[in-house]
């Protein structure tokens, strides 16, 4: 999940940004304005164009309406792909599952990611090679279920200039999800991105994409406390009390149906070790993350809240088979673990 996280931001790396941007014009900027050509927004006609509707040329300057039909359709592919990933998850992806998007590239096609108003990236230019398969392969399985939508475009020559919303499902979402008009809540990133694809013989020879703004929806924090709550897992399977206790705050209240409130990090580190001692074989695997305080706290609105449901693996002190799934819900603090409920 760490690692998950850290490629998320590695792809999308701007600033953070107001929730109530609009959704249909890029930021302005000296680099914008520099652009070899000015983006339009598509209307409501040139949405639904694909190239079923038009043939894209061989050589030569592509019309506006075929620049909108190779971008639709190459985002469609992109979009199918993504979804089959979201719904295949964990399993590893296929040639199969990625040949549709990797179909629109040049086998030498590079892809490059930069920030539009020259700001560093946190984790500096982000960029692929020459290697478009393991490029789409990686993307798709690291952001499952992503969507890019284009709403501007224009041409210069053979590059298309598009700005396009993209943005990714709460990690772990696995209700449907408004692919159109997502609930924030639903959200891991909202982002407006600006794309010049070089196209050659109808192939993308290179890609360059630039990240205008984005925001983080309400799964924001999320996104960063599901990486404790995996932390705070692991250290269960590891049978580190010190660990677990260490994703804590030092007044974290920890309650079970058997427990009743348990108060600060020295009454949880005693109760955790009995437990320990009762189910020495104890070992927890998260099934998913339930992004929305509703369906954590029986309808309770409290924001911040995560759950986590997961499955356990337990033996007890005299071999019995205790299996059984629960649901975890977490407040946080301070980058740590505030309270836990356990249901």
């Given at each position: 999940?760490?690692?998950?996280?850290?490629?998320?931001?590695?792809?999308?790396?701007?600033g953070?940004?107001?929730?109530?941007?609009?959704a249909?014009?890029?930021?302005?900027?000296?680099?914008?304005?520099?652009?070899p050509?000015?983006?339009?927004?598509?209307?409501?006609?040139?949405?639904?164009?694909?190239?079923?509707?038009t043939?894209?040329?061989?050589?030569?300057?592509p019309?506006?309406?075929?620049?909108?039909?190779?971008?639709?359709?190459?985002?469609?592919?992109?979009?199918?792909?993504?979804?089959?990933s979201?719904s295949?998850?964990?399993?590893?992806l296929?040639?199969?599952?990625?040949?549709?998007?990797?179909?629109?590239?040049?086998?030498?096609?590079?892809?490059?990611?930069d920030?539009?108003?020259?700001?560093?990236?946190?984790?500096?230019?982000?960029?692929?090679?020459?290697?478009?398969?393991?490029?789409v392969?990686?993307?798709?399985?690291?952001?499952?279920?992503?969507?890019?939508?284009?709403v501007?475009?224009?041409?210069?020559?053979?590059?298309?200039?598009?700005a396009?919303?993209?943005?990714?499902?709460?990690?772990?979402?696995?209700?449907?999800?408004?692919?159109?008009?997502?609930?924030?809540?639903?959200v891991?990133?909202?982002?407006?991105?600006?794309g010049?694809?070089?196209?050659?013989?109808?192939?993308?020879?290179?890609?360059?994409l630039?990240c205008?703004?984005?925001?983080f929806?309400?799964g924001?924090?999320?996104i960063?406390?599901?990486?404790?709550?995996?932390?705070?897992?692991q250290?269960?399977?590891?049978?580190?009390?010190?660990?677990?206790?260490?994703?804590?705050?030092?007044?974290?209240?920890?309650?079970?149906?058997?427990?009743?409130?348990?108060?600060?990090?020295?009454?949880?580190?005693?109760?955790f070790?009995?437990?320990?001692?009762e189910?020495?074989s104890?070992?927890?695997?998260?099934?998913?993350?339930?992004?929305?305080?509703?369906?954590?706290?029986?309808?309770?609105?409290?924001?911040?809240?995560?759950?986590m449901?997961?499955?356990s693996?337990?033996?007890d002190?005299?071999?019995?088979?205790?299996?059984?799934?629960?649901?975890?819900?977490?407040?946080?603090?301070?980058?740590?673990?505030?309270?836990?409920?356990?249901?």
């Amino acid at each position: 999940m760490i690692l998950l996280l850290s490629i998320l931001l590695r792809l999308v790396p701007c600033g953070y940004a107001s929730a109530h941007e609009p959704a249909s014009a890029h930021a302005a900027s000296p680099k914008a304005a520099a652009a070899p050509c000015e983006l339009r927004n598509l209307d409501a006609a040139e949405r639904d164009l694909t190239l079923k509707d038009t043939a894209f040329p061989e050589s030569g300057t592509p019309s506006r309406e075929q620049a909108i039909a190779f971008v639709n359709s190459y985002f469609a592919a992109w979009n199918e792909a993504a979804e089959r990933s979201r719904s295949i998850r964990p399993s590893p992806l296929t040639a199969a599952d990625t040949d549709p998007v990797t179909a629109f590239h040049k086998e030498n096609a590079e892809t490059s990611l930069d920030d539009l108003a020259g700001r560093a990236p946190p984790h500096g230019p982000w960029s692929h090679g020459p290697h478009r398969t393991s490029f789409v392969k990686d993307s798709l399985t690291t952001l499952r279920g992503s969507v890019n939508k284009a709403v501007s475009l224009c041409v210069h020559g053979n590059k298309i200039r598009t700005a396009f919303r993209y943005y990714v499902p709460f990690i772990g979402l696995s209700y449907p999800l408004n692919r159109d008009n997502p609930d924030p809540d639903d959200v891991a990133v909202d982002s407006r991105m600006l794309g010049e694809y070089t196209v050659e013989s109808r192939k993308i020879a290179s890609a360059k994409l630039t990240c205008d703004f984005h925001r983080f929806g309400a799964g924001a924090a999320r996104i960063d406390n599901s990486a404790l709550v995996y932390a705070y897992v692991q250290a269960w399977n590891a049978r580190s009390v010190d660990a677990v206790v260490a994703t804590m705050k030092d007044d974290a209240v920890y309650e079970d149906p058997f427990s009743g409130p348990v108060r600060g990090k020295q009454a949880i580190r005693t109760y955790f070790s009995g437990l320990l001692k009762e189910f020495p074989s104890l070992k927890m695997s998260i099934q998913k993350y339930v992004p929305k305080a509703s369906q954590c706290l029986s309808g309770e609105d409290k924001p911040g809240v995560l759950g986590m449901q997961y499955r356990s693996e337990i033996t007890d002190s005299t071999g019995r088979n205790l299996n059984n799934e629960g649901l975890d819900c977490f407040t946080f603090s301070d980058g740590k673990i505030q309270s836990i409920r356990a249901y």
